[in-house]
């Protein structure tokens, strides 16, 4: 059973940087494809970036291209999201997802998801 743990959401101030873990285990973490999806009050669910299982090719929402990071560190089970510029906006829930296809950015193309860490950007 695939189980995803994300850590590291908190309370920041705007312009600040944040860097989300997700912790992955039950199966091998290298043949998932990864992604971040969050969710705002009232919202539904948005993608947010994503990442083939080697790492080699990343691929992020319109809202945070050349401010959101997406990396993964195979050999240490975990996949991240390195936040810099925040911006109020950006406050939500943020998800660790996995699936088996690469380059899928809707709800639908993950298997597995985390229980989601709060980040929350003041003005």
């Known amino acids: 059973q695939v189980q995803l743990v994300e850590s590291g959401g908190g309370l920041v101030q705007a312009a600040g940087s944040l860097r989300l873990s997700c912790a992955f285990s039950?199966?091998?973490?290298?043949?998932?494809?990864m992604a971040w999806f969050r969710q705002a009050p009232g919202k539904e669910r948005e993608f947010v970036a994503g990442i083939s299982n080697s790492g080699g090719s990343t691929f992020y929402a319109d809202a945070v291209k050349g401010r959101f990071t997406i990396s993964r560190d195979n050999a240490k089970n975990t996949m991240y999201l390195q936040m810099n510029s925040l911006k109020p906006e950006d406050t939500a829930v943020y998800y660790c997802a996995a699936g088996w296809v690469t380059g899928r950015s809707t709800t639908n193309g993950y298997n597995y998801w985390g229980q989601g860490t709060q980040v929350t950007v003041s003005s």
């Open positions: 039950g199966r091998t973490f290298s043949t998932y494809a």
